[in-house]
């Protein structure tokens, strides 16, 4: 981290991450209330790799970027290279007031098969395992290459400004529900809080005994590559 003297002869101190490299499979780095993850959980799958670049980090926004290549395991997920954001309590769902984000993100490569996601656990009991839960939100704000979501298709919503295609299943025990843009969105700015709305008013969520325990965004790989995820900006609050 760096300060940065600027601004006509005036003293600033600006946050700066050195780009920090991470690419060992749970690879992990954190600042200013976030988190960053290689999260390489399904490299065993296939072939590949990847590594994932924390670009910056202050209290307004990150960036970041994974650079990835995979082949085998054709309808596996590889891993999440994800930024989370740092809960310091796990909040019943119904209590919190906003989930407030945005999101800008570019991919480039070739064959690219791969989706761009919030990922959000749930569980009743709030000190549950960080690394699932009781029920799964994602949104996907883009899926490449023809890669579906768990479970099935069962409608659309309007969330958000976007509509939807909704899909519901069950990963083991915890029931996911996924958003999911039939266009690539790729600058986004809303209240996750709505989807929970959503899912709690027609789907049967169970929000008012449901704590927050993970805020993540990130990408998932399956196959192709040479290819880089880019997030040119993100922020996530949670009040």
């Not at 065993?44 to 910056?56: F, Q, R, S």
């Not at 309808?75 to 796990?90: E, H, I, M, Q």
């Not at 915890?174 to 959503?198: E, L, Q, W």
């Amino acid at each position: 981290m760096k300060s940065i003297l600027v601004l006509g002869g005036a003293l600033a101190s600006v946050a700066i991450a050195a780009s920090t490299q991470l690419c060992n499979q749970y690879g992990y780095f954190a600042s200013h209330g976030y988190y960053f993850n290689n999260n390489a959980w399904g490299k065993d799958a296939g072939t590949g790799y990847i590594c994932t670049y924390v670009d910056w980090t202050d209290d307004s926004h990150v960036v970041f970027h994974a650079d990835w290549e995979w082949a085998g395991g054709e309808n596996n997920v590889k891993a999440f290279p994800d930024v989370g954001r740092t809960l310091n309590s796990k909040p019943i769902v119904s209590s919190l007031g906003s989930i407030q984000t945005a999101a800008s993100w570019t991919y480039t490569g070739n064959n690219v098969r791969a989706d761009v996601a919030y990922d959000l656990f749930t569980a009743a009991d709030p000190n549950h395992d960080t690394s699932s839960g009781d029920y799964e939100l994602m949104v996907w704000l883009a899926r490449l290459g023809g890669v579906q979501p768990i479970g099935s298709k069962v409608g659309t919503a309007t969330v958000a400004g976007h509509t939807w295609e909704l899909w519901d299943g069950m990963n083991g025990a915890m029931r996911v529900y996924s958003f999911v843009a039939p266009t690539a969105v790729n600058s986004f700015n809303a209240n996750i809080k709505d989807f929970f709305n959503y899912i709690a008013a027609n789907r049967g969520f169970p929000a008012a005994s449901q704590h927050l325990i993970t805020a993540q965004f990130g990408t998932e790989p399956f196959t192709g590559g040479p290819a880089t995820f880019t997030v040119s900006s993100f922020s996530l609050n949670v009040n």
